[in-house]
């Protein structure tokens, strides 16, 4: 049997859906959609729930107005006829709608669905006997179908785990890795809700259904609520009847809000304007359309869309504080503090986000730690997921408020329930550093995991330290620098440095001088002195052809970053 290194995972829940401005809005359109529920399987543990979420989410979708296909227990083959023919089927702007509730594994960055005769000894054997999400994605964005909804509720268990809890063989010796390899759709307007957060497992539960699908189910049949809505319902539900061991997750780039049931003389679909799109907050709950990082929003587009917005409609509060969000952006405090006020007379959470902000840096206002205290805690007492993060940070590095590390991790925990991925990697801190908390170092490595899964880098660079050092965990160098390489394509600076030393050193990867000069270039790029130093030194035993070649990955990185 090959030893040929794959990455193989759990699969677990989540929902891309891709929807063009005008879906669900058009009178007419055809709601198409293609139910698989697989349960009992020849080869890999029976699920518990995956027929009765598939019978349950035929229901619903019924009642929203899909003409269903329901297929169960499918063989390979059985499932590749059903997804022909329902391709077959779509007509121009169709909304096409596929859910599949059953075994699902991850290998090598690829999402696996798996059929119930699917006989897997290694993780070679995957694009042989199940289906690529990828692909079957593929084959309905190649037709003329107006949108495109995938819900994968895949398996709640790892199916490859022995009975004391560790990774079972499967032929390769490879040991299976956390979270998902996500899926990029052509479409125009995403959104991918987890049913769980990214590397977590999701609950059976104690009765019919499991607890995503019986809340999913009951928010599709809400009149009025919006696909955005739907989730924000669907997510606090499952937190509340999982006790907080199950938290759904979003990640939204919809250029429009669909309300699936209008209410009468209720909007279908609510557009994204080309202020929202330009300048959305990732956690403002009032979100329309994708959200912009702050990093990357282009405040020569963002300042005269919003400015246009606000003229065209001046009570939308929405706009007022993306408008002032631009302007703090481009230095303007002094205006942006006008609009805040008038939209946190509102009761706009964002705008007291906002406000927060400015106090902290003391940007159109005299800086003021306590007063952005104040005004991050008005917010995150209302549920903003950002400003939990911010009251429980400044708790943590007592800024603006006495230092309470017992305080500081009730609120990060309040924002981790939210999936905010910073507040993970400082909870890891306080438990790996014994901060007000008894020292924990399998609850910190979790929280790190978690953080990391959810995309903070800081959290990925203290996960990457442990495995480097085999702190609390085995000492494993090949993990560490996987992670660190995922923490240096976000920009952490601790991960460029992590990585020249180990190419300087030949920890974890092969030996190399050339690549070890790139990382401590790029480190010294952001003033890092350790890593200044570690460069001239790289630099002295180069070659000059080597420099040259130090020189042209550092304009391949520099093209793949910014384009």
């Known amino acids: 049997m090959t030893t040929r290194p794959a990455y193989l ?15 669900f809005a058009q009178a007419g359109s055809t709601r198409l959609a293609l139910v698989i529920g697989n349960q009992n399987y020849k080869d890999l543990p029976a699920l518990k729930n995956a027929r009765a979420d598939a019978d349950a989410m035929k229901g619903a979708l019924t009642d929203v107005g899909f003409d269903v296909q329901l297929i169960a227990d499918a063989e390979k083959a059985g499932m590749e006829r059903a997804l022909i023919e329902f391709r077959n089927k779509i007509t121009a702007d169709s909304v096409v709608l596929v859910y599949y509730a059953g075994h699902g594994l991850q290998a090598s960055e690829e999402n696996y669905l798996v059929p119930t005769d699917a006989k897997v000894t290694d993780a070679l054997d995957l694009p042989l006997v199940a289906l690529s999400a990828n692909q079957i994605l593929s084959q309905f964005e190649n037709t003329e179908a107006g949108s495109i909804i995938f819900i994968l509720d895949a398996c709640r268990d790892n199916p490859f785990l022995d009975k ?3 990774t079972r063989s499967i032929g390769n010796k490879d040991s299976m890795s956390r979270g998902l390899a996500r899926i990029a759709s052509k479409h125009t307007g995403t959104l991918i809700a987890f049913s769980t957060s990214p590397g977590d497992v999701a609950q059976d539960g104690t009765g019919k259904n499991s607890p995503y699908t019986q809340a999913l189910t009951a928010a599709l049949r809400t009149p ?20 907080g061991k199950q938290i759904p997750w979003e990640n939204s780039s919809l250029v429009s809000d669909v309300v699936l049931i209008p209410e009468e003389g209720g909007p279908k679909v609510v557009e994204a304007s080309p202020c929202d799109l330009a300048a959305a907050h990732p956690s403002d709950p009032d979100r329309v359309g994708p959200s912009v990082e702050y990093a990357n929003l282009d405040t020569q ?9 606000v003229k065209g409609d001046p009570e939308n509060m929405r706009f007022k504080t993306l408008l002032a969000r631009s302007l703090d952006k481009a230095g303007r405090g002094d205006e942006a503090y006008k609009l805040n006020e008038v939209a946190m007379a509102a009761g706009s959470l964002a705008a007291y986000h906002n406000m927060g902000n400015l106090y902290r840096k003391g940007l159109g206002v005299k800086k003021d730690f306590a007063k952005a205290f104040e005004l991050y805690q008005y917010a995150a007492e209302r549920g903003h997921p950002e400003d939990q993060n911010n009251v429980g940070y400044m708790y943590f590095q007592g800024q603006g408020v006495k230092q309470d590390y017992a305080k500081a991790r009730v609120w990060l925990e309040k924002a981790a329930n939210q999936n905010w991925g910073a507040s993970y990697d400082k909870l890891g801190l306080i438990y790996l550093k014994g901060l007000g908390a008894k020292k924990d170092m399998e609850r910190a490595t979790d929280y790190f995991q978690k953080g990391s899964d959810l995309g903070d880098r800081s959290a990925m660079v203290n996960l990457a330290n442990l495995y480097k050092s085999g702190t609390g965990v085995k000492q494993d160098l090949k993990k560490a620098f996987d992670t660190y390489s995922r923490a240096a394509r976000l920009g952490a600076v601790a991960a460029y440095v992590n990585l020249g030393n180990l190419f300087a050193q030949g920890q974890g990867v092969e030996k190399d001088p050339v690549e070890a000069a790139f990382w401590f270039t790029l480190a010294s790029r952001e003033g890092h002195e350790e890593a200044m130093e570690r460069l001239r ?5 180069l070659s000059d052809e080597e420099k040259e070649t130090v020189k042209q990955r550092l304009e391949d990185w520099a093209r793949s970053r910014f384009g």
């Not at 009025?224 to 006790?243: C, L, M, P």
């Open 224 to 243: 009025g609520k919006s696909i955005e809505a739907i989730f924000k319902e669907t997510r606090a539900k499952v937190v509340e009847t999982t006790e």
């Open 301 to 309: 587009v963002a300042i005269p869309a919003c400015e246009a917005a």
């Open 9 to 23: 995972a759990v699969l677990f829940a989540f929902v891309v859906f891709a929807l063009p401005a005008a879906a």
């Open 537 to 541: 030194e790289a630099l002295s035993k």
């Open 164 to 166: 004391g809890g560790k």
